[in-house]
């Protein structure tokens, strides 16, 4: 069972209706909500957090408001003492929007997207030209030779496969190929599994 149908079936009401059923996969059904209750939790939290901004969403989506996404920065700004990471599949907003949404670099805030193979490297550019504190890449989950891809100005290389019992395989040599080219633009290396 995925994320969101055990949230639902805990009784989380904010996931619920937001997957079908396929077969014998449960998928998002493309509904996006915008959670203006959850912009006030970090305000909460005065012991200093890590915060995965996305785990079950993508803030660059291209139904997510301006106005949104806005605020998220404003909570972020608001609270020093939490390191965010934000992490997106669409990247096309980031060049333009982070700067001129926000205004600033926050040094608490990682931002990052996910490359699973070659046909995604192109995802990089984009982070390239966003300004962050720290940038990264998650290759994962990890279905696919990315090939040569320049790491210049990006901080870590997060790789993992997938898990479940129809997880496709990761390869060794895929793994070493990511972990060689962070050594030679000396970009941190983290292999999840």
Same mark, same amino acid.
């Given at each position: 069972?995925?994320?969101?149908?055990?949230?639902?079936?805990?009784?989380?009401?904010?996931?619920?209706?937001?997957?079908?059923?396929?077969?014998?996969?449960?998928?998002?059904?493309?509904?996006?909500?915008?959670?203006?209750? /959850?912009?006030? @939790?970090?305000?909460?939290?005065?012991? $200093?957090?890590? %915060?995965?901004?996305? &785990?079950?969403?993508? =803030?660059?989506?291209?139904?997510?408001?301006?106005?949104?996404?806005?605020?998220?920065?404003?909570?972020?700004?608001?609270?020093?003492?939490?390191?965010?990471?934000?992490?997106?599949?669409?990247?096309?907003?980031?060049?333009?929007?982070?700067?001129?949404?926000?205004?600033?670099?926050?040094?608490?805030?990682?931002?990052?997207?996910?490359?699973?193979?070659?046909?995604? /490297?192109?995802? @990089?550019?984009?982070?390239?030209?966003? $300004?962050?504190? %720290?940038?990264?890449? &998650?290759?994962?989950? =990890?279905?696919?030779?990315?090939?040569?891809?320049?790491?210049?100005?990006?901080?870590?290389?997060?790789?993992?496969?997938?898990?479940?019992?129809?997880?496709?395989?990761?390869?060794?040599?895929?793994?070493?190929?990511?972990?060689?080219?962070?050594?030679?633009?000396?970009?941190?290396?983290?292999?999840?599994?």
């Amino acid at each position: 069972m995925d994320m969101a149908r055990r949230l639902e079936a805990m009784g989380v009401e904010k996931y619920a209706g937001l997957t079908k059923k396929s077969g014998k996969r449960t998928v998002w059904n493309g509904l996006v909500r915008e959670d203006m209750g /959850a912009l006030t @939790i970090p305000m909460r939290w005065r012991k $200093p957090r890590k %915060i995965f901004v996305n &785990s079950m969403s993508d =803030l660059f989506h291209e139904k997510v408001s301006d106005d949104f996404i806005l605020k998220v920065w404003r909570v972020m700004r608001d609270t020093p003492q939490h390191n965010y990471q934000i992490l997106t599949k669409r990247p096309e907003r980031l060049p333009e929007m982070v700067p001129t949404l926000t205004g600033d670099i926050l040094p608490n805030v990682w931002l990052g997207i996910s490359i699973e193979n070659a046909e995604a /490297a192109h995802r @990089i550019q984009y982070l390239r030209e966003a $300004p962050a504190a %720290i940038r990264f890449v &998650s290759f994962e989950p =990890l279905i696919g030779s990315v090939g040569t891809i320049d790491l210049a100005g990006i901080d870590w290389a997060i790789v993992g496969g997938e898990s479940g019992k129809s997880a496709r395989p990761i390869r060794e040599e895929w793994i070493d190929e990511i972990h060689a080219q962070c050594l030679a633009t000396r970009t941190a290396f983290f292999f999840k599994q």
